[in-house]
């Protein structure tokens, strides 16, 4: 069992920055992949980035890369998404996610995920 809380969710303006935290508990973090997804209103939840159980891997979609950076404290159970030069079609409820099951690759469906946070909202004004 895993839980898992988000936050660090705000309103910002277009240009602006934002760290979102998720801090896990429960099975030991170290052994797991972690994963940020996001949900705006009316789409599908969709993946944004995930990082491998020892932070040496990590991967991004194309919408955020070069702008977001994940990262993971295993000594603090944290897993981190900086987000830098947001844009307003960055709005959306943001949700940290576990992966337990142990692959070689990084894992981008949500449904490959095992637990959830409850999400933490980012509003981004132009």
């Known amino acids: 069992q895993v839980q898992l809380v988000e936050s660090g969710g705000g309103l910002v303006q277009a240009g602006g920055s934002l760290r979102l935290s998720c801090a896990a508990s429960g099975r030991s973090f170290s052994s797991y992949a972690m994963g940020w997804f996001r949900q705006a209103p009316g789409k599908e939840r969709e993946f944004v980035a995930a990082i491998n159980w020892s932070g040496g891997s990590t991967y991004y979609a194309d919408s955020v890369k070069g702008r977001f950076t994940i990262s993971r404290d295993n000594a603090k159970n944290t897993v981190y998404l900086q987000m830098n030069s947001l844009k307003p079609e960055d709005t959306a409820v943001y949700y940290c996610?576990?992966?337990?099951?142990?692959?070689?690759?990084?894992?981008?469906?949500?449904?490959?995920?095992?637990?959830w946070g409850q999400g933490t909202q980012v509003t981004v004004s132009s």
């Open positions: 996610a576990a992966d337990l099951v142990k692959s070689p690759f990084i894992r981008v469906t949500h449904g490959d995920y095992d637990y």
